[in-house]
């Protein structure tokens, strides 16, 4: 098991880089509890909202709109574990996650791949899945593989566990995939119960973590619903992965955009403890701002930047782990 190397510590190793002063985050924190409190997140769930009411919020059925008083976020946040460890089929590979521990993972989700052998652009296979992982598995800087690319030979419905298939035979390290869905999600934690030998042999050592995406601005849709319940239920960790577009679907402003992607999180969050107190979740962000000029995500620019190093700073000001787009 490793613990890596920490960032912005009072050390002689290791960097920090601080966009946000603790003011600042204390105003970002209420800015974020009056939007759930007045505004509300629209919740598309039906069980979920049920699980939001029972804990005391105020549930618009018709609207599918939920409001969540500040104090029962507050709990949630409070209860939400400071330190996670991933477990991979190899021990020597378990990465712990905690504040100002810094590792590495690949990018998620290529939708298109260039052939190593013949150069060309080609949509991916299930076999390229299995190659991403391999190649990852090699690589001693990374440390937990994230589903490189989308295998498109697959039957779209299940293509999940076929994923999961090909790289968890691929990689010894620690895997974060997209789940789909509740049903899909429940069948990922059986398949990772038979590998790691059981179920309660799973939540010794979690083999693989779910990754779900609120829909800006301020949705938890269906899927996403769904994906952070069971992973609270199968005691599998969940990356919150927020994927607000600065110009976009949240405010031009980096403290707006911040505002909007901290709701997103927190209510999901929120979700996660309430299904059960203590379920394991990761702080995610893929936020960055629109190219005005093309109506694109513009990722790897200066803002992508100043909003990962922001929001790493909300993570470790809630003491939860984080997980950031970068390059």
Same mark, same amino acid.
């Given at each position: 098991?490793?613990?890596?190397?920490? $960032?912005?510590?009072?050390?002689?190793?290791?960097?920090?880089?601080?966009?946000?002063?603790?003011?600042?985050?204390?105003?970002?924190?209420?800015?974020?509890?009056? !939007?759930?409190?007045?505004?509300?997140?629209?919740?598309? =769930?039906?069980?979920?909202?049920?699980?939001?009411?029972?804990?005391?919020?105020? !549930?618009?059925?018709?609207?599918?709109?939920?409001? #969540? +008083?500040?104090?029962? !976020?507050?709990?949630?946040?409070?209860?939400?574990?400071?330190?996670?460890?991933?477990?991979?089929?190899?021990?020597?590979?378990?990465?712990?996650?905690?504040?100002?521990?810094?590792?590495?993972?690949?990018?998620?989700?290529?939708?298109?791949?260039?052939?190593?052998?013949?150069?060309?652009?080609?949509?991916?296979?299930?076999?390229?899945?299995?190659?991403?992982?391999?190649?990852?598995?090699?690589? +001693?800087?990374?440390?937990?593989?994230?589903?490189?690319?989308?295998?498109?030979? #697959?039957?779209?419905?299940?293509?999940?566990?076929?994923?999961?298939?090909?790289?968890?035979?691929?990689?010894?390290?620690?895997?974060?995939?997209?789940?789909?869905?509740?049903?899909?999600?429940?069948?990922?934690?059986?398949?990772?119960?038979? #590998?790691?030998?059981?179920? =309660?042999?799973?939540?010794?050592?979690?083999?693989?973590?779910?990754?779900?995406?609120?829909?800006?601005?301020?949705?938890?849709?269906?899927?996403?619903?769904?994906?952070?319940?069971?992973?609270?239920?199968?005691?599998?960790?969940?990356? #919150?992965?927020?994927?607000?577009?600065?110009?976009?679907?949240? +405010?031009?402003?980096?403290?707006?955009?911040?505002?909007?992607?901290?709701?997103?999180?927190?209510?999901?969050?929120?979700?996660?403890?309430?299904?059960?107190?203590?379920?394991?979740?990761?702080?995610?962000?893929?936020?960055?701002?629109?190219?005005?000029?093309?109506?694109?995500?513009?990722?790897?620019?200066?803002?992508?930047?100043?909003?990962?190093?922001?929001?790493?700073?909300?993570?470790?000001?809630?003491?939860? +782990?984080?997980?950031?787009?970068? $390059?």
């Amino acid at each position: 098991m490793r613990r890596n190397h920490q $960032a912005g510590r009072a050390r002689r190793e290791g960097c920090e880089f601080r966009v946000l002063t603790d003011d600042d985050l204390a105003d970002i924190h209420l800015g974020t509890l009056e !939007v759930l409190e007045r505004t509300g997140v629209f919740v598309e =769930d039906e069980e979920a909202r049920e699980v939001f009411a029972g804990a005391g919020a105020r !549930v618009d059925a018709d609207k599918k709109v939920v409001r #969540i +008083p500040g104090h029962v !976020v507050e709990q949630a946040i409070r209860t939400a574990p400071s330190s996670l460890r991933l477990a991979g089929r190899n021990p020597k590979n378990d990465i712990v996650l905690e504040a100002g521990r810094v590792g590495f993972t690949n990018f998620g989700e290529g939708v298109q791949i260039v052939d190593p052998y013949t150069g060309e652009l080609k949509v991916p296979t299930k076999q390229d899945v299995a190659d991403t992982a391999r190649m990852v598995d090699a690589l +001693p800087n990374v440390d937990v593989y994230e589903r490189a690319v989308v295998a498109e030979d #697959i039957d779209q419905r299940v293509v999940h566990l076929h994923q999961y298939e090909a790289w968890t035979t691929n990689t010894s390290k620690h895997g974060f995939m997209g789940s789909g869905n509740g049903f899909l999600s429940r069948k990922l934690a059986e398949m990772a119960a038979v #590998i790691a030998g059981g179920r =309660d042999k799973l939540r010794e050592r979690p083999l693989i973590s779910f990754i779900t995406c609120p829909v800006s601005p301020l949705k938890l849709v269906q899927d996403t619903c769904e994906i952070i319940m069971t992973a609270a239920r199968e005691h599998l960790a969940v990356n #919150i992965l927020s994927m607000a577009m600065a110009g976009g679907s949240s +405010p031009v402003t980096l403290a707006g955009t911040l505002v909007t992607h901290n709701a997103e999180v927190l209510a999901g969050l929120t979700l996660s403890q309430l299904t059960r107190p203590g379920a394991a979740v990761v702080y995610g962000s893929s936020t960055t701002a629109m190219d005005l000029r093309l109506a694109s995500a513009s990722v790897g620019s200066p803002e992508c930047a100043l909003i990962s190093a922001a929001v790493a700073q909300i993570a470790r000001f809630y003491l939860l +782990p984080s997980w950031v787009a970068g $390059a």
